[in-house]
């Protein structure tokens, strides 16, 4: 007979946190921390919860394949944790999540600043009962300067940050003007970094040849975020002084780096380098543009890119996509479709990678407030593949309040402690 085989330990099996946030930037956050084995508990509030649980539509569909209630727009960033309902308002919703932070690695909360001094949950209250506790703190703008006290927004960040100035076409050209990015950016790097450093302060708490054995406090903030992330025009301003602008899907250091019309639609070519550029004119039947001075080099390529559109803009739509994919596909030069999000999740490698995951809604899986009752929730998995420690996929996004009773009996409180503090709407 063959042994058994124990399943893989998950990296952050045995860390407990406890998330007091909400939207998108914390909950991307924690969903990470999740998706590696932490015991995450998202704390909510009764009866409405999350704010993204009524973001809709699109709405989930219930067994029936009717909508419900619960917007599909919770499911992105809350999977792998549970469900429980406190009212922290209320002295027996205070007196539960201080007793949880107790016990927890890690606080997670995206209130304004200063905002849960008043419950007795910010980090001084808890660090006091809990020295070795790692608080994360997500706001719009920091925990100190002239903005501190304001809320902050993923698009009003990225209107600020500069994003909106170089996304989108030209002032002048056809759909010119600033343009946010089709996805909150500004709020899932939050929430990338937000979780980087919250490993970082796990290790330097738990670190078995230099660890302090103490908590830590963590400062992010969108706006920080999103000027971080400006990465090379963040560095080309630096060096220059000289503010880049907008120039819809050029690159401007590298060329031809962007989309083409084609015969029967537009293919993306991102040639970054001088061999790259001379396989595709290779294959073309243009080689010689490979030799002359205006292209030879990708500086070059940028300086002249007017004269080098000139000659691939008409040659680019004499194929139809796939014929000029089919044509670059052995030639290690860069090209693709643009496709639709229906499109991406029809991909053959996006399929093979399994990237899109149904996850089964347990049999108490039901909406605590609605009563609506899901089988599978869609997601998307996680892109990080660890040999050793890999992703868990645990629980499907949770009902609004499915794990009340069960963490609070994990606690000690029985039945009727659990009852008597739903009388009072503390839960």
Known sequence: MNASVAPPKAALAGI???????????????QMLADLGADVIKVERPVAGDDTRHWGPPFLKDEAGNDTREASYFTACNRNKRSITV???????????????????????????????QYGLDYDSLKALNPKLIYCSITGFGQDGPYAERAGYD???????????????????PGGGPLKVGVAVVDVFTGLYASNAILAALNA??????????????????????????ANQAAG??????????????????APYQDFQTSDGNVLLAIGNDGQFARFC?????????????????????????????????????????????LFEDKAVPCGPINTVAQAFDDPQVKARGIRMELACDSTQTN???????????????????SATPVTYRHAPPALGQHTDAVLAEMGLGREQIAALRAQHAI
Not at 285 to 307: I, K, L, M, Y
Not at 368 to 380: L, P
């Open 16 to 30: 407990k946190v406890l998330d007091l946030s909400r939207v998108l930037a914390g909950p991307w956050a924690t």
């Open 282 to 326: 290779a294959a073309v039947g243009q080689p010689a543009w490979a030799q002359d001075a205006r292209f030879a080099t990708n500086t070059a390529r940028v300086q002249h890119r007017s004269e080098l559109l000139a000659l691939m803009v008409p040659l680019m739509q004499t194929r139809a996509t796939q014929a000029w994919i089919a």
């Open 368 to 386: 605590a407030e609605t009563g609506s009752k899901r089988a599978t929730i869609a997601t998307v998995a996680s892109p990080m593949r660890l």
């Open 155 to 173: 698009l009003m960040v990225q209107a600020m940050c500069g994003l909106m100035s170089i996304t989108g076409h030209a002032d002048g050209e």
């Open 237 to 254: 301003y630096l060096a220059t002084d000289k503010a880049p602008g907008r120039a819809g899907n050029i690159h401007p250091s590298l």
């Open 87 to 117: 009212d922290m308002a209320h002295p027996e919703g205070q007196a539960l999540l201080r007793r949880m932070a107790q016990e927890a690695d890690v606080v997670v909360e995206n209130f304004k600043v200063g905002g849960l001094a």
């Open 205 to 230: 708490r738990d670190n078995a040849r230099c660890g302090t054995g103490q908590g830590q406090y963590i400062d992010m903030a969108l706006l920080d975020v999103g000027m971080a992330v400006l």
